[in-house]
């Protein structure tokens, strides 16, 4: 049996995989189908019907994405037939959607709408179902906002929930005119099991699931005169904010972010790259702490393996999943809660401003952060650390709504202090990245010696694999570390939460003996986080990573503990590492939750 | 232990506590308890380890579970056009007056349940309904009333 099949597109000869989808055969000769319900991420659903097209000799028309091509077939995807069904089912499914578009918070990034466009509905085909329809619309998380009265019930969100983050948060609920897509008995998304990753976000074709927004309240901080406004951004933010503003995904474009973002009136541009070298000087002395206590003082209260806390989502799955491994869980703060309790304690006493007049922004790849921004323990500085988090997405319409040719802005630098990073902390945007940047400066404390990698290029526990292991030998370790000597230190990287949870399964069955373990919520780590620039696909996350890796090997300092300003930190503030000021501005506790 | 985890170790001996138990789970909790509580659910999806929210989600899709307390006896009135064309409407009406609710509600007392439904198969013998898992066909204004007779009376021994 050949493995190859042959079949005509719109009169064309294509000769594909067998088993290959005819969406797929008609992509590889750049014949574009429409589809809603259909996306690379996640499993065939084929419940949207926008992408049918007809088969010579048979009456029915086929679904392109869940129908394999076969030998022989003649497929015609623009034929009379097509069409207007297609955009039948398009005026179907917009008389029950709440089209407001020129209201509509995803208006111009909306796949329906712009299907809409290319179709040229009718006004009212059929009956708008909209004002006899019971919806409801939650606004009340802090990250993501549900509104049911603009699902299409396409099941992208119920799909991602279940196959990349495994956590089914939402469901498909009742059934026929009343099927909806519900949480558990309907709750507030903020009561729920709910991560706040935003990969449905990424996902949803229409604006029926968009983060909330506080681009209104930043421009108030911005032009309160009484306000000092500073701004941090992650470090995945810089390879993905061009992909809003019309430059291809993979471009590194930190210079001209860092002049947008003066132009837009902050007062203080700064880096969560330098919280994440910081995070790093923290997260690997708390590893080495433990690994000490465990190994060499053989105390039975301490946990191992240690994992990362710098995903907020991750953080909230493991306190409603497996509430009783928090005590694995790294007490350092993320980056982002890092700068915020530094930013209005350290920086507001270094440049003389008053805290409570300071309003600290930060710009992230990510839904989950607003959440974090919001946790009650986050308020060291004695004021909220973080007021706004903003996602790249709004960002890009900040930039957009000032007028800015993003495109034409020259390169600047980041303010100082706060404003100076690694590679290492470059690369916490990518899956592995946290680890990788973590292990250049553990190795170096324990041996005095870099890591054995050529160009300090850790590249087995880089890539898109679900779950990575790498090991480390430590070899001649320095006298204060001798009981590490000859211990191979056993690493873990997964991302995407069901990775996760098979990780932590292992270890929770005994089947695994990880010290360390790095998890990202989200699929390819940050780059690929809830609140990049939609669409995402394995494509655009592989061009990101690359760029994130690129820009690694661009800069002179490379390991955490060799920042600058980071060093200067400890000497003029912090003291040392896990010290007492420390565990008061940089550390934290986790909440147990329920699973539901 | 719970009486809804006995329930679910019940019914997982001879089923398994794979996901496909779910639904023969609900069932026996349903058959016992009249409603499925938010508390349940969580239970059932602790016990099988999978989501509450497709807990819930199965919950709602099917007709015969029901996710708010229902009477001891649920009347389901078939609603398709043969018992339609066959007087369904004033075997409603005569339910109606019996029981002093509409469809949707359950009497004070707690024994009976008024509910629509589609097509019990019984089209030749329309109009026609079910009493928890008993069907009656034929029905007319007398033989209805007698029949809620024969049922409060039940309840009430």
């Keep these: ?596 | 232990m719970s009486p809804i985890q006995e329930i679910i170790q019940k019914v997982s001996a001879s089923h398994g506590t794979e996901r496909e138990s779910l639904l023969p789970i609900l069932q026996a909790i349903y058959a016992k308890n009249h409603i499925l509580t938010e508390e349940d659910m969580i239970e059932v999806a602790r016990e099988l380890d999978i989501s509450a929210a497709h807990v819930y989600g199965t919950a709602t899709f099917y007709s015969f579970l029901e996710t708010q307390q229902s009477g001891k006896y649920i009347i389901r009135l078939c609603r398709t056009i043969t018992c339609m064309m066959h007087g369904k409407n004033i075997i409603l009406q005569e339910l109606e007056r019996l029981l002093k609710i509409k469809p949707g509600q359950t009497t004070p007392d707690g024994i009976f349940t008024l509910t629509e439904t589609n097509c019990l198969g019984q089209c030749h013998k329309g109009p026609a309904m079910l009493v928890n898992d008993t069907p009656h066909t034929d029905l007319t204004p007398e033989s209805i009333r007698e029949i809620i007779d024969k049922y409060r009376r039940e309840a009430l021994q």
């Design chain 1, 1 to 596: 049996m050949s493995s190859q099949v042959t079949l005509k597109i719109d009169s064309i000869s294509v000769s594909v995989k067998q088993g290959t989808s005819l969406l797929d055969a008609a992509r590889s000769i750049n014949i574009k189908i429409p589809t809603l319900c259909h996306h690379e991420d996640l499993c065939v659903a084929g419940n949207c019907r926008v992408c049918m097209v007809e088969q010579k000799g048979s009456d029915r028309l086929l679904p392109a994405c869940a129908i394999p091509a076969s030998d022989g077939m003649e497929i015609h995807t623009n034929s009379m037939k097509v069409r207007n069904a297609r955009k039948q089912i398009l005026e179907l499914l917009v008389s029950e959607h709440r089209a407001e578009c020129t209201t509509c918070y995803k208006s111009g990034n909306c796949e329906l709408q712009e299907l809409s466009h290319e179709y040229i509905l009718g006004e009212n085909a059929f009956i708008n179902l909209i004002p006899f329809k019971e919806y409801t619309i939650d606004y009340y998380s802090p990250s993501i906002i549900k509104d049911d009265s603009k699902c299409i019930r396409c099941q992208r969100c119920v799909r991602t929930c279940d196959q990349l983050q495994n956590i089914g948060a939402l469901t498909v609920s009742k059934k026929g005119s009343e099927m909806k897509i519900s949480t558990f008995f309907e709750k507030p998304i903020y009561q729920v099991v709910c991560t706040n990753c935003g990969q449905c976000v990424n996902r949803c074709p229409t604006g029926a699931l968009t983060e909330k927004n506080y681009v209104e309240e930043v421009w108030s901080a911005i032009n309160d005169e009484k306000k000092y406004v500073v701004v941090q951004t992650a470090p995945a933010v810089r390879i993905a904010l061009g992909e809003a503003l019309g430059i291809d995904p993979g471009e590194i474009v930190t210079g001209k972010m860092v002049t947008a973002l003066r132009r837009l009136g902050f007062n203080s541009v700064l880096d969560t790259d330098f919280t994440a070298d910081l995070t790093i000087i923290e997260e690997g002395h708390e590893l080495l702490q433990r690994l000490k206590k465990v190994l060499k003082d053989k105390d039975k209260n301490v946990r191992l393996p240690m994992t990362t806390s710098c995903s907020p989502g991750w953080i909230k799955f493991i306190e409603h999943i497996f509430p009783d491994f928090l005590p694995n869980l790294s007490s350092a703060k993320s980056p982002q809660q890092m700068f915020g309790a530094l930013a209005k304690t350290f920086f507001a006493n270094k440049i003389g401003v008053d805290p409570a007049s300071m309003v600290s922004v930060s710009v992230m790849p990510c839904t989950a952060k607003k959440f974090e921004a919001n946790r009650p323990e986050m308020y060291s500085s004695g004021y909220q650390d973080v007021d706004y988090v903003l996602t790249t997405r709004e960002l890009a319409l900040m930039i957009k709504q000032a007028g800015i040719d993003f495109k034409s802005l020259a390169d600047d630098n980041y303010d100082s202090i706060m404003g100076e990073s690694s590679g290492a902390a470059v690369i916490f945007g990518a899956t592995g990245g946290v680890m990788e940047a973590a292990l250049r400066t553990v190795y170096e404390v324990v041996t005095g010696r870099e890591v054995p990698f050529e160009g300090l290029n850790i590249t087995p526990v880089r890539g898109m694999e679900g779950v990575r292991e790498a090991t480390l030998k430590i070899d001649k370790a320095l006298p204060e570390w001798d009981f590490l000597e000859g211990v191979e230190v056993k690493t873990c990287v997964a991302h995407g939460l069901a990775n996760a949870k098979r990780v932590m399964e292992s270890v929770r069955d005994g089947s695994s003996n990880y010290h360390f373990i790095e998890i990202m919520a989200c699929p390819g780590g940050c780059l690929g986080g809830g609140g990049q620039p939609i669409p995402t696909s394995p494509e655009i996350r592989n061009a990101r990573s690359s760029a994130i890796y690129r820009e690694d090997t661009l800069k002179t300092i490379r390991k955490s503990h060799e920042n600058p300003e980071v060093v200067k930190v400890y000497k003029e503030f912090l003291g040392e590492p896990l010290g007492h000021e420390s565990h008061r501005l940089l550390h934290t506790h986790y909440t147990p939750r329920e699973r539901y």
